[in-house]
């Protein structure tokens, strides 16, 4: 029964935060500020990269290194996340993660050269790295079960969102300032979010935990791999290069070592009772998926309303700002579900299916697209992407004891990442292609039998007048088959989709309030 003289019934006692600050709103403001920042910038250099390659003397070949090296670094060092977190403080770890992303952020601005423009973005990727996973489980930690699913709200907004802000402010910082401030802004919110950390971030008890070096080792061999791999794919002609093979071979034989070593090992760096739990495997296996549509498509449509529509940067990012908005409403009612006991799996499969459409939409793009379709389909996906992080977040860590959470995490992060990668290497090098398939059987229908509006027989006569008209020409046989690259990329991205929503089904049934299944589990 309700103390008299209150209207709801009182919290029940075991429904407490594992850690407590002494400031949780403000905590969360500063752990919000720091994991935006990192997401931020894994995009925001993009744009600026032609700027750096003639301010810092780099070829078009090696400037793609100032991304290479942040990602490589980042994949490498987020699997010891919970082994750091356990052995020297997960308040210490994050505290100093922040520091030394603000340090690294500061000497890249600084940068005089490529080498030390990829040193330091090397430094970055490593701080940054334990930023994700740290700020997901100290917020899970700080808050009441039975508020995980709004928490996870939160914090999804900034993983979400910063994909779509990074190219826009990006480019908007270089445009109206100088491609050092993509940077240097990072200075001023991270400085607050540092204050505000040191003041209000919990301690969390540290654990005697073995370091698995053989593991590590392997796993970093197969991660830096695969990611040379998709990066010096396109440059170096994919499997027609022998620098290529070795790419595959050291990832396909690491990955094959990393997985019999954590079958077999004492004390593995994850502990195996992480893949054991259904729901989080199952969901390992989305992030992967969300990895390549939410970041594929978002690494493909800026260029593509820049080249094909002749979008200026800050048109883009108007256009582009809805996907925002729909991520942002959806994951407050998916939270709002989860909190009230709704079964996460049918909630999951109507955000894949809704996000299918959208690209199904798309997939019916032409040159002549208005505004309104371009802002309707980006609304319906960042809906539907809602509707699946959200209720993925919290049925992976609703089972799992609290002491997995930062490996849980890692986990998580890292093979969104790889989905990211992944998903972009695939997009890019599959428009490629297309595009030149399509322009070939474009190219060999325009001929004097079907060029009603130009006289092939005629052109020569014209001298530079009839190249001028033939370069025309040729301009928009290539608009045309870009148009068809990227409808063909949709329709992939689509059948991975629609694909991958059936496999909610095999997750584990919860039909209880999420704070519910924490406590009880």
Not at 208 to 220: K, N, T
Not at 251 to 271: C, D, G, N, Q, Y
Not at 490 to 507: G, K, N, Q
Request: hydrophobic content about 55%.
């Amino acid at each position: 029964m309700p103390p008299a003289g209150t209207g709801t019934p009182p919290v029940p006692p075991a429904d407490v935060p594992e850690l407590v600050s002494r400031n949780y709103p403000l905590m969360i403001v500063g752990v919000m500020a720091a994991s935006l920042l990192q997401i931020l910038d894994t995009t925001i250099a993009n744009v600026a990269l032609p700027h750096m390659q003639s301010s810092l003397g780099a070829t078009v070949d090696t400037i793609t290194w100032v991304l290479t090296s942040y990602i490589i670094a980042s994949a490498v060092a987020l699997p010891i996340t919970g082994w750091l977190s356990d052995r020297i403080g997960a308040r210490t770890l994050f505290i100093g993660s922040v520091a030394g992303f603000i340090l690294a952020s500061m000497m890249c601005g600084l940068a005089q050269n490529l080498e030390e423009m990829v040193a330091f973005r090397a430094l970055q990727g490593v701080a940054g790295a334990f930023i994700a996973p740290l700020s997901q489980s100290f917020m899970l930690d700080a808050t009441r079960p039975s508020r995980h699913p709004q928490i996870m709200a939160v914090w999804g907004m900034g993983i979400m969102i910063g994909p779509i802000l990074g190219p826009i402010l990006g480019g908007w910082l270089t445009e109206t300032a100088n491609w050092r401030w993509v940077f240097f802004v990072n200075l001023p919110v991270g400085i607050a979010s540092l204050v505000i950390l040191f003041t209000c971030l919990p301690h969390r008890p540290k654990r005697e935990r073995r370091f698995d070096i053989l593991g590590f080792v392997l796993m970093a061999l197969a991660l830096a791999a695969f990611q040379l791999l998709l990066d010096r794919g396109t440059q170096e002609d994919w499997l027609a290069s022998p620098e290529i093979w070795a790419y595959l071979l050291i990832t396909l034989s690491a990955t094959w070592m990393v997985v019999i070593h954590f079958a077999t090992a004492r004390t593995p760096m994850f502990e195996r009772s992480l893949f054991a739990d259904r729901n989080f495997a199952i969901s390992l296996s989305f992030m992967v998926v969300i990895g390549i549509v939410m970041f594929a498509v978002m690494a493909l449509l800026p260029p593509m309303l820049q080249n094909l529509f002749g979008y200026g940067v800050i048109d883009t990012g108007i256009v582009l700002m809805p996907r925002g908005v729909g991520i942002l409403v959806s994951m407050q009612v998916s939270g709002l579900l989860m909190r009230r006991g709704i079964d996460a799996r049918p909630v999951v499969v109507s955000g894949f299916l809704i996000c299918a459409f959208s690209l199904w939409q798309m997939a019916h793009w032409s040159l002549g697209v208005d505004e309104f379709h371009v802002i309707v389909s980006g609304l319906l996906q960042g809906l539907g992407m809602g509707l699946v992080f959200i209720p993925l977040q919290v049925s992976a860590f609703a089972t799992l004891n609290p002491r997995l959470r930062t490996d849980g995490s890692s986990l998580l992060n890292l093979f969104r990442s790889l989905g990211a990668s992944a998903g972009i290497s695939m997009m890019t090098v599959l428009l490629a292609r297309n595009i030149q398939t399509a322009h070939a059987d474009l190219g060999a229908n325009v001929t004097a039998a079907t060029g009603h509006f130009i006289d092939f027989s005629t052109v020569d006569r014209f001298q530079v007048v009839g190249d001028s008209a033939m370069v025309l020409l040729n301009a928009e046989v290539n608009r045309q088959a870009a148009m068809i690259a990227y409808i063909d990329d949709f329709y992939l991205m689509m059948w991975i989709t629609l694909a991958a929503a059936p496999l909610a089904l095999l997750m584990r049934k919860n039909t209880r309030p999420a704070g519910q299944v924490a406590l009880s589990e």
